[in-house]
């Protein structure tokens, strides 16, 4: 029986505020000056879909409850529904509103001619527009237990926008189960058990995605049905012919498949072993943005022609973050010629000299943002100026070395890094001496520079650690009288004159309380102040806005009161 609702008819401001209204079953219900309705069942103890919403319903949450069946059936009363969550219950099935239909008792004659009046009613149910469902654009089935969806599940859903089927157990695809889908932009399936095997992707199962934009297959690569030997040799030579590994593995791309998405712009997928190549059908997708491998475990090299069959027509961000790369070949970049960002993050075992081989191919790039954060894990060490001398002739804009066990970085680094270079970091190291600090100055259009939380000791801050400053000039007041010999500068405006040309450097951590504790490298922030902040300069320092938000000169107020006197007027 359908419950009445009674809707407040008031004039709320501004417009688009949302009136809580009386509702049904301990749910929530709220209204806008149109009178439809936002409902949220959530939590709810819910087992099946309610067939008592009213049908100036917009949207229902009913997330975290127990439905265990969902068809487009139980949403056919309901002409304005545009958005339904379902996430985290038990539903184990989608099945088509053809089944549903030829099963339910309550489908009789004159519900049929409801729905198709102006329809053959031999004609099948999913080709009918008399049926509602079409205004429905976001429908959220994750965190479920589906393991199958039927062919035409979703066929009524002609306006669906997004769907988001991640999380649960498919592991295999029907060929139609996307058919009539021809506006969805959005589709996400993944961590399901859809692992890369030829069967997986039927050729033709996203050939109605026509307007698809984004594509999430990530984390469905399933290590037990890995099928080469257990005895893995990884070997880091650039020659891979001379590796001793024997596969079987039948896993490839689903290139086939995916060359049907020529709107595509994002795809996140799961990267397999190095001696399996994408194919041919990655050349369709010409408007690809965002190439996504994050977390490819199998990933453990990337060959010449990993990139070879990929058409990039525009400014692409690639990541390769958290994989298991130990080499890159020095041409494998060099395909990619529209590469604007690349991440390498967290591959432990490329080290520095993996690196240096692989910069051989940006040079053919137009990157402009570059991570190698955490590509090396062990003993600290000395970063060397050989490691970047392939990034000199790049347009860097930005460039991140966190988290690399960098106790010292050699002076010949600084001469390697591009002059374009906006934003620089180097935190979470082991840092303990600053002598490359003084090649900053090289770096005409440094915006942002990052040695935040140098963990070589826990050392909080304290006005008992002050320290006497060290009388002479210092190495930046020294570079400064190379570069402009003329201008006389003094050691007293030396900071003033470094805080004319940084628009902004975080030397700690600490950004949210003056009064919380900081953490960093006893070494590292009594060189950092002896720098840029001489002693007969901090006097009078006003922290604040130099000609416009963006040129903000971050210090933390800890830092200044380790070696402030308490005389001292800081302001901030």
């Not at 720098?531 to 000609?547: Q, R």
């Amino acid at each position: 029986m359908l419950l009445c609702v009674v809707l407040i008819y008031q004039t709320v401001s501004p417009a688009h505020s949302k009136i809580d209204v009386p509702c049904f079953s301990n749910c929530s219900c709220f209204t806008d000056n149109n009178h439809f309705l936002a409902i949220d069942c959530s939590a709810r103890d819910f087992y099946s879909f309610p067939q008592d919403l009213p049908e100036t319903t917009i949207s229902v949450d009913l997330s975290s409850n127990q439905i265990s069946t969902w068809n487009t059936y139980s949403v056919a009363r309901l002409p304005h529904l545009s958005y339904i969550k379902l996430s985290n219950n038990i539903i184990k099935e989608v099945t088509s509103v053809t089944r549903t239909i030829a099963g339910d008792v309550r489908f009789n004659t004159d519900t049929k001619l409801r729905f198709f009046s102006d329809q053959d009613t031999t004609k099948r149910p999913s080709s009918s527009p008399a049926l509602h469902g079409f205004s429905l654009k976001t429908l959220l089935l994750n965190d479920n237990q589906i393991t199958s969806i039927e062919n035409d599940a979703f066929a009524e859903y002609g306006n669906l926008e997004l769907l988001d089927l991640s999380r649960n157990r498919l592991e295999i695809l029907q060929q139609n189960v996307f058919r009539g889908l021809y506006s969805l932009m959005s589709l996400n399936l993944q961590q399901n058990h859809l692992d890369l095997l030829p069967e997986t992707y039927p050729v033709t199962v996203f050939a109605d995605l026509k307007r698809l934009q984004e594509l999430n297959i990530q984390g469905n690569y399933r290590s037990d049905t890995r099928l080469f030997s257990p005895t893995l040799m990884l070997n880091n030579s650039l020659h891979l012919e001379n590796t001793t590994e024997k596969f079987i593995d039948n896993r490839t791309y689903p290139d086939k498949a995916l060359s049907y998405l020529k709107s595509l712009s994002v795809l996140q997928m799961d990267a397999l072993h190095y001696h399996i190549l994408p194919g041919a059908g990655f050349r369709y997708l010409t408007n690809l943005t965002v190439l996504d491998f994050n977390g490819s475990k199998a990933l453990n090299g990337l060959p010449e022609l990993f990139f070879s069959n990929f058409s990039f027509q525009k400014p692409l961000h690639l990541f390769l973050a958290t994989c298991t790369l130990t080499f890159i070949h020095p041409n494998t970049f060099a395909y990619i010629p529209t590469l604007h960002s690349l991440s390498l993050y967290d591959n432990e075992n490329l080290h520095f000299s993996g690196f240096e081989i692989a910069s051989r191919g940006l040079l053919k790039t137009k990157v402009k943002i570059l991570d190698i954060s955490r590509i090396y894990v062990g003993p600290p060490i000395t970063l060397q100026g050989k490691s970047f001398q392939n990034l000199k002739n790049l347009s860097l804009e930005e460039l991140t070395i966190e988290s690399n066990y960098l106790m010292f970085i050699n002076v010949s680094v600084m001469g390697n890094i591009p002059r374009t270079l906006k934003t620089f970091s180097v935190g979470k190291n082991k840092l303990n001496e600053v002598d490359f600090l003084a090649g900053l100055m090289t770096l005409t259009h440094l915006e942002v520079f990052d040695a935040s939380v140098q963990n070589k000791h826990s050392w909080i801050a304290s006005k008992s650690s002050c320290r006497k400053q060290q009388s002479g000039p210092t190495p930046l007041d020294t570079l400064r009288q190379k570069r402009s010999p003329n201008m006389n500068i003094k050691r007293q405006t030396s900071s003033r004159a470094l805080l004319s040309t940084r628009k902004s450097f975080s030397v700690s951590s600490l950004q949210k309380n003056c009064q919380e504790l900081l953490e960093i490298s006893e070494d590292v922030l009594r060189n950092l102040q002896r720098e840029f902040c001489p002693e007969d300069d901090i006097s009078h320092i006003k922290v604040s806005t130099l000609h416009g938000s963006k040129r903000m000169f971050n210090v933390s107020k800890a830092m200044f009161a380790a070696y402030n006197t308490g005389k001292r007027d800081i302001e901030f």
